[in-house]
């Protein structure tokens, strides 16, 4: 077949995020209402700081801003992790990151499955970050013995979509198919009302943690939560209560700044549904489960190594001075806590970039091209103004944020770390795969820019 017949894992990406958005608005009502926010805070931001949109325009993100979403999910075992691997892989996107979420008590290593490039980030920076049950973690052996066989049981992908992803992988591509695959794809990630499991099993896995219930006690890996992304998620916070949408009581992440950096996230709380288990001889017994909530999400600058290291330092400083987990209780204090610590972060984008301590596009200014000489380095060239810098947004996530999102919303007090240690390697032999290293992607994305500048310049100066 043609290459130039087959559908773009750019376009097929884009096209899933849409399917997968308007089935999640049919199934949470209230995450139309969560959009409907976003979208009025969004515009209301760029009408009053013009200075945000023009950044938005200068990094290719302003088209992307309405349509962005990054879903949730989790999985139970390695077969499973493995085939949603190939399953992304089939809309251009590819493990990025390991996340270990065991330290902060939840059972669960994870990677986000997202596009690679700036190019296609931009056609659609659709993410799902995606977690693998550790079932080590459950000290009752015949309780995960149970769990277990409950999860051997099921198949969470239809037997059409494997057939599409062997044909993707067959031929380099989809053709036409590409739409059937977008519509088979989907039904991984829709809820169902009846669990193959009773609620007793269903109990008895809620006791040990509400999250090992949501994976083992369903059909099939729902979509807990879909997230559009703020330019001010302070705003949003204010508003949701002002719209009768129940919002967590503490924004994750570090603190406000005219200059964001990384990911700062809030939801509304998670809804308690109707459940139907699975009874003697074919009957159903009636319960109910509470998992899936409307995340809202304000990304930063990507921080570089250097950076990460003080952003760690001074969150982890606020919360030992806290004293406590984060909570309705002490917001305020927290809040005043993370606002002082981060007072040694500079706020704002030449001194990060002067420092080390963030991510960066290169860009020309064709209105200053004429100070440029080509003996100049790259700090005389910004400081002249015939470059500029942009940030580059931070695409992926935060395990300590990630944790408080789902503590929050599956009414799970513990915060205690299981014992078990971090275990990348076994995380990517179920993946079946490496997972790729944020930080050294976004260094080259700086650099292909700084390339690209530096060889323009030369160009310039030659004619």
Not at 357 to 364: K, N
Not at 387 to 405: K, M, Q
Request: hydrophobic share 35%.
């Amino acid at each position: 077949m043609n290459e130039k017949n087959f559908m773009s894992s750019d376009d097929i990406r884009l096209k899933f995020s849409q399917a997968m958005s308007a089935m999640y608005q049919k199934e949470v009502p209230l995450y139309t209402d969560l959009i409907e926010l976003v979208d009025d805070v969004n515009e209301l931001v760029m009408q009053q700081q013009p200075d945000i949109k023009q950044q938005l325009i200068n990094t290719g993100e302003l088209e992307r801003l309405a349509a962005e979403r990054h879903g949730a999910i989790r999985v139970g075992t390695a077969q499973e992790l493995n085939t949603m691997r190939r399953l992304f892989a089939v809309m251009g996107m590819h493990p990025v990151g390991y996340y270990d979420l065991t330290p902060a008590g939840v059972p669960v290593h994870s990677t986000a499955f997202r596009a690679l490039s700036t190019e296609s980030l931009n056609i659609s920076p659709f993410r799902v970050f995606t977690s693998l049950l550790r079932l080590e973690l459950i000290e009752d052996e015949a309780l995960r013995n149970q769990a277990k066989q409950a999860l051997a049981k099921r198949n969470i992908f239809t037997d059409r979509v494997v057939e599409l992803i062997e044909c993707f992988e067959e031929q380099g591509g989809l053709s036409q198919q590409g739409e059937e695959f977008v519509l088979e794809a989907l039904e991984t990630f829709r809820w169902h009302e009846s669990s193959p499991i009773s609620k007793e099993l269903y109990d008895q896995l809620l006791s040990q943690h509400g999250l090992i219930a949501d994976i083992v006690g369903f059909k099939g890996p729902h979509i807990n939560h879909l997230t559009p992304r703020t330019l001010d998620i302070d705003l949003v916070q204010k508003g949701m209560s002002q719209r009768n949408i129940p919002p967590k009581d503490i924004i994750e992440g570090p603190p406000r700044r005219q200059c964001p950096i990384l990911l700062r996230q809030t939801s509304f709380k998670a809804l308690e549904e109707a459940v139907n288990f699975t009874g003697d001889e074919g009957s159903t017994v009636a319960g109910t489960h509470t998992a899936r909530f409307g995340e809202i999400e304000q990304r930063g600058v990507a921080l570089t190594p250097k950076g990460r290291v003080l952003y760690d330092q001074l969150l982890n400083a606020a919360r030992s001075q806290l004293g406590a987990t984060p909570n309705a209780t002490n917001a305020d204090e927290y809040y005043q806590l993370l606002s002082q610590t981060f007072e040694a972060f500079p706020d704002d984008y030449h001194s990060m970039h002067e420092q080390g301590l963030a991510y960066f596009y290169y860009q020309v200014n064709e209105a200053m091209i004429d100070k440029a000489s080509s003996h100049q380095a790259m700090d005389e060239l910004i400081s002249n103004g015939v470059l500029r810098i942009e940030p580059i947004v931070y695409e992926d996530f935060l395990p300590v944020s990630a944790a408080g999102i789902f503590h929050s919303n599956l009414k799970d007090a513990q915060q205690g770390g299981y014992r078990e240690s971090s275990n990348q390697d076994d995380f990517e032999k179920a993946l079946g795969a490496p997972v790729h290293d944020e930080l050294e992607l976004y260094r080259m994305m700086q650099e292909r820019s700084k390339e690209y500048c530096i060889e323009y310049l030369k160009k310039q100066a030659s004619k």
